[in-house]
């Protein structure tokens, strides 16, 4: 009797543990759906969007494509209509170019400043910051649209393990590796492999 009681117990609790699995999963990985990430004109672009797809793939199991245009207001297009998922932004850049309002000088004014125009009044969410600062352009982050991170509940915890981890010596150490020969998504594997990231 005590076994039988036993092996229905330890069915019982297999049976939660399954349950409480496939609930747990879908935060992680979102099945048939693919992230597309931009890269937008330059190798720092096209390293930090690989950084971005690599880091997202390799901890969640979803599916990431880095999709390449001209220029950042392209990327600002698609991201609206809901082409792209994410993409790599500049403080200044997207004060100046995207919202058309005037310069603001100080970094963390101007970051707090654009994150929260962006959030009221285009969907889109201003996550870290990577941690260095382009001299024209100012801080770099991701940006991603609000309902790319309402269907992966994890997403933004994930990708601000990136912030504040590529100061301005390792930018430019990593952009001196592509010029060199290596393919930007292999510089930014290893980037995330020795910063123990994936």
């Known amino acids: 009797m005590k076994i039988i009681r036993f092996s229905r117990t330890l069915a019982l609790l297999c049976g939660f543990a399954l349950l409480s ?3 747990v999963a879908p935060a992680l990985a979102c099945v048939g759906k693919t992230l597309h990430i931009a890269a937008a004109g330059s190798v720092q672009q096209e390293i930090l969007a ?13 599916t990431t494509k880095v999709d390449r245009f001209s220029d950042a207001q392209a990327a600002h297009d698609a991201l609206g209509k809901a082409d792209l998922d994410i993409i790599v932004a500049y403080t200044a850049q ?6 058309k309002k005037p310069a603001i000088a100080e970094s963390p004014a101007l970051y707090e400043a ?3 125009d962006y959030n009221q009044n285009l969907n ?7 941690g260095f600062s382009d001299v024209k352009l100012g801080q770099a982050a991701p940006v991603a ?10 997403l933004a915890r994930l990708i601000n393990k990136l912030g504040d981890s590529i100061d301005d010596a390792t930018m430019a150490k990593l952009e001196g590796r592509v010029k060199a020969g290596k393919t930007a998504a292999e510089v930014a594997r ?3 492999k020795e910063n123990k990231l994936i």
């Open 190 to 192: 290893a980037f995330l």
């Open 124 to 130: 889109l969410v201003w996550l870290a910051p990577f």
């Open 21 to 23: 699995l496939f609930a």
């Open 114 to 116: 654009v994150r929260d």
């Open 50 to 62: 690989n950084a971005l797809a690599t880091l997202i793939s390799e901890r969640t199991g979803t």
């Open 145 to 154: 649209r609000k309902d790319t991170l309402k269907k992966f509940p994890a």
């Open 94 to 99: 997207a004060r100046s170019e995207i919202l």
